[in-house]
């Protein structure tokens, strides 16, 4: 079975310092990875995927994340943080079927990111 | 296009009744999944259906099941509601070959 670990329940940046959010999986055959955004009281929303090709994915917002397979590792980055980026945010894998499609998403326990003004 | 909508957006149940969720997809997709987000558990898989079958489940108990209609909306139905059981409960939907699932707001359910 596959697992996400993030680190850090909660992240603190200061309003445009680099953005650091840190997902580790893992997956006995190569899995698709993905970052989802949660603002309060409101569903997720997909930043980005890694599926197949380019292991350095960039996605909506201004993020962007690499897939490490050395490093079993998929974290996400966004160069100079804004407040609306104050969020939750959640590593997840899927293990892709031999038929095609995938299971179901596992999902990390979420990184809190605060932005400090 | 309409997204994924979610009913009821706020349940409160007794201990020990049955609550019933209710999820549309996104049209076109096949594919729904249901989650659990519990304060400080994150969110844990439940089910997944397509195309009117139950594809894949979670570690949970068997009072937690559900179906998918012929217009591939999904209820998920919870049994004999524990205190345990208050959470958000999230619908996503896919393609079936498509891996990127879209969410919808939400259904929070309280057991009181």
């Known amino acids: 079975a596959q697992s996400v670990t993030q680190l850090g329940s909660h992240v603190s940046v200061s309003e445009g310092a680099l953005v650091l959010l840190r997902c580790n999986y893992s997956?006995?055959?190569?899995?698709?990875l993905f970052w989802y955004v949660q603002y309060p009281n409101q569903g997720l929303q997909l930043l980005l995927k890694?599926?197949?090709?380019?292991?350095l994915v960039k996605g909506i917002n201004g993020f962007e994340a690499e897939f490490k397979k050395s490093e079993t590792s998929f974290h996400l980055t966004k160069p100079s943080a804004h407040m609306s980026d104050a969020a939750e945010y959640f590593c997840?894998?899927?293990?892709?079927?031999?038929?095609?499609?995938?299971?179901?998403?596992?999902f990390g326990k979420g990184t809190h990111l605060i932005i400090q003004p | 296009e309409a997204g994924v909508t979610q009913s009821p957006t706020h349940l409160i149940k007794t201990r020990g009744q049955q609550a019933t969720l209710r999820c549309s997809p996104i049209?076109?997709?096949?594919?729904v999944y249901w989650y659990q987000q519990a304060l400080g558990l994150g969110l844990q898989f439940l089910l997944w259906?397509?195309?009117?079958?139950?594809?894949n489940r979670g570690n949970f108990p068997p009072r937690f099941s559900g179906r998918q209609f012929p217009n591939y909306s999904s209820e998920l139905n919870v049994n004999a509601l524990e205190l345990e059981d208050s959470a958000l409960y999230l619908c996503?939907?896919?393609?079936?070959?498509?891996?990127?699932?879209?969410f919808g707001q939400g259904t929070r359910l309280t057991v009181v």
């Open positions: 996503a939907s896919s393609l079936w070959m498509n891996t990127e699932a879209f």
């Open positions: 997956s006995s055959v190569p899995p698709y």
């Open positions: 890694y599926t197949t090709g380019a292991t």
């Open positions: 997840a894998v899927s293990v892709p079927r031999g038929g095609g499609g995938a299971d179901g998403l596992t």
């Open positions: 049209s076109g997709h096949t594919s």
């Open positions: 259906y397509d195309e009117g079958e139950e594809r």
